[in-house]
């Protein structure tokens, strides 16, 4: 089982940043595919950014050039640095871990961290 814990959203001005951190317990997160998702009043979950266990990062169209996703295995830590944020990026941000191997796969969901983006 793995718990992940977001933290560090807020309220943010547009065109500024804010960084989002999410912290996995146990002691496999170095073989966990690692993501973050946003779900704004609405609408549904979407993917933001993901980053395999190999470090290859992808994003959504919507955050290319502005958004950063990293991790740091030996703090089983993933980021997400957003920089010139938008109203529209007001969100709760998920974080998420998959893992698949052999016949098993394995998918945890963090609680969630509220970001808002004023205008």
């Known amino acids: 089982q793995v718990q992940l814990v977001e933290s560090g959203g807020g309220l943010v001005q547009a065109g500024g940043s804010l960084r989002v951190s999410c912290v996995a317990s146990?002691?496999?997160?170095?073989?966990?595919?690692m993501g973050w998702y946003r779900q704004a009043p609405g609408k549904q979950r979407e993917l933001v950014a993901t980053?395999?266990?190999?470090?290859?990062?992808n994003y959504a169209d919507s955050v290319k050039g502005r958004f950063t996703i990293s991790r740091d295995n030996a703090k089983n830590t993933v980021y997400l640095q957003m920089n010139t944020l938008k109203p529209e990026d007001t969100a709760v941000y998920y974080c998420?871990?998959?893992?698949?191997?052999?016949?098993?796969?394995?998918?945890?969901w963090g609680q969630g961290t509220q970001v808002t983006v004023s205008s």
């Open positions: 146990g002691t496999f997160f170095n073989r966990f595919d």
């Open positions: 980053i395999t266990r190999s470090g290859r990062s």
């Open positions: 998420n871990a998959q893992w698949e191997i052999g016949a098993s796969s394995y998918d945890y």
